[in-house]
């Protein structure tokens, strides 16, 4: 990139932050800029230890009897340095074949609770871990195994998570196989950074060209192709960030998300960042400020090349790719249900959590159990928050579908606090529909979580400064 273009880019970025920095000062930001993604409500964190049927008691199956369906297989090649996922790492082949058993076993416990033949899901997501890291034998039986469980005839997209490795040489033209012919449509591909010394900092099992050959490998297949990147992780500098967005976006697929690193888990496990973050790598991670304009300069070579944020963080060149599933769980609020462990279900009114342990999962299966160990079913009131706080994160706020859900007006509520995001210019409302601005988009989680209840605030009041952005100002509710 040209030097003169690089100064327009950092300067844009500085304004930028100048900004962040105003919004900050009003209370909108935690004072040392950390944040929490919403993509949950409440966040995962919050949600109590339960009884598995005393929690699922009440629960009624959707009347159209669909469903979105994830699936988790917890196994790595190995543990990347920033990751907060519970998970195995290296061979452990008997582990794996074990696992995969019990999934099983769990999937046909909840098709008998619910009476049901096979579950009907309207989109689907394999999630991990690494699930494509099993071996080819095993990964095309766990597809075998599950289309025996499905009935695919509403299915509008069937998704995987992989790291890049997993799709190379024999084993990944095998898998690629498998999944071609078990129907799957859209792969993620963590490619994290596309600079080799960054990515050895990240303990990623590959290089950049490895990384960069899974994605044409993957598109040669035909499968619809989304790459993943994080920014603010520790090696990463403005000069070698811009580098990677520059790499991405000659590639040829058509979706690209961008993560902020998140140092401290917002779940219950904490990966190795967190220490590393205490230790003596505290001086290599990025500042809030490095990483605000980051974040900025990304945006701006994305949508110079043609991509334009689709759902929240993910930049598509055509606007009919994006992720169904999370379209529907977080926009739809549709129902969907999870497997395997740390799998997660969020129904139209509760939420649960399977264990994260592998053998109090093991064990709640044999006793004849879903391995649900947590679990929350939402009062009102936080219904109507989640209906708030999640569609107008992703995408927006629909108020008639808002009223339908939750039978309260959009306009009936927290109108103080809505004015006032309105004045600062982070969300604007034609009277149909609210949304973020384009300065409210980028500090999404922020604007968002203004709704959450004060019970489930990402950070305690006094991290916030007292301005009129403080989130737990006017957020008093009553229905
Ligand atoms: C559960 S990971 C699965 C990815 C896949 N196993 C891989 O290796 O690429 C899903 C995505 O979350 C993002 N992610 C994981 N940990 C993160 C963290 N601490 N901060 C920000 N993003 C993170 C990464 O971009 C990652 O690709
Ligand atoms: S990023 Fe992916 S490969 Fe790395 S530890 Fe997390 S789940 Fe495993």
Known sequence: MQQSRKNELIQHAEEQFRRIEKLQALGLICSDGDFVPSVHYPPITEYPDCDVEEYLAGYEYPADGFMDLYVHVPFCIRHCLYCHYPGMVGECKEEKEKYIGYLFREIDMYLRRFGIERIKPRSILLGGGTPSYLPPALFERFLDGLDQRLDYSGCKQYNIDLDPNSLLGEDGARRLESMKNHGLTRLTIGLQSLDDQVLRIMNRPHNAAMAVESVYRALEYGFDVNIEFIYGHPGETIDNWIEVIEKAVELPMAEIQIYRLKVQAYGDYQGAINRYARGTGAKDIPDFRTTMMMKQIAIDILNEHGFNESLRRVYTKNKKVFSHYAYNQCCSLYDQVGFGMTGFSSYHDRFDINSMYFDEYYRMIDEGHLPITRGYVRPLEEQIRQAIVLPLKNRS???ADFFKRTGVQFDSILQKKTQMLKDYGLIEDNG?????????????????EEYNSNAFKPFPRERYADGPLH????NEMNV
């Open 471 to 474: 989130p737990y100002l006017d």
């Open 432 to 448: 149909r529909v609210v949304r973020l601005t384009e300065l409210g988009g980028f500090v999404a989680d922020e604007v968002c």
């Open 397 to 399: 706020v629909i108020k």
